[in-house]
């Protein structure tokens, strides 16, 4: 009798490990049709995007464009946070603004951390001239952001163009500012890292 309880624990175990082998094939299956659906998605997706930011603007695919060529990735240079009292004639405003400078090569970034002490003077007088409500704005944000990279290149002798000052004075003085030579400045982008106004 001894022989027969053996057997019956016999059958289950060989019945649980095919059990277990059908389990495991099928959670293998859906791992993989999950993963290769997603794979299909996240494919489709990256051209998809690419085609809406060219429909925007040509720029703005220039640079990712001119980015993705670099074999390393971008060097971030933190500065530490400006205070600065703002430009308010009526009542007393200040803003405290946290920058970091993007670069592509990072021996530029040493030569930033090298002229530091001018680059921040720059920055803060920058930030001196500029109101709250100018602040406040998106587009104010997106030209402080300009003034920034001007002035962060400006101890160097990098000179870069003033965009937005051509674009205002076009019809005063014609075409004698587009005629200078574009600079391409090392500063890729600025960040901003926290951004207060009171």
């Known amino acids: 009798m001894a022989t027969a309880p053996a057997a019956v624990e016999a059958a289950p175990k060989g019945g649980g490990s095919k059990k277990l082998i059908i389990i495991l094939a099928a959670v293998l299956v859906l791992v ?3 993963g290769g659906a997603a794979f299909m998605l996240l494919k489709k997706k990256a051209p998809v995007e690419d085609s809406e930011d060219g429909a925007e603007t040509s720029e703005a695919t220039a640079k990712p464009k001119a980015h993705a060529k670099s074999d390393h990735p971008p060097t971030f ?3 530490d946070p400006f205070t600065v009292n703002l430009a308010d004639k009526d009542v007393d405003r200040f803003a405290q603004v946290g920058v970091t400078l993007q670069v592509d090569d990072p021996h530029f970034a040493d030569q930033i951390k090298a002229y530091m002490p ?6 803060l007088m920058v930030l001196a001239h500029k109101t709250a409500v100018e602040l406040l ?3 104010g944000k997106d030209k402080l952001a300009k003034d920034i990279m001007r002035e962060a290149v400006r101890p160097m002798g990098i000179e870069l163009d003033e965009e937005d000052e051509a674009d205002a004075g076009a019809s005063a003085a014609p075409k004698k500012k587009k005629k200078k030579a574009h600079v391409e400045s090392p500063i890729t982008q600025v960040l901003f890292s926290n951004f207060i106004v009171q």
């Open 32 to 34: 993989l049709v999950g």
């Open 77 to 79: 240079v933190p500065l």
């Open 137 to 139: 704005t998106r587009e």
């Open 118 to 123: 001018a680059i921040r003077s720059n920055v």
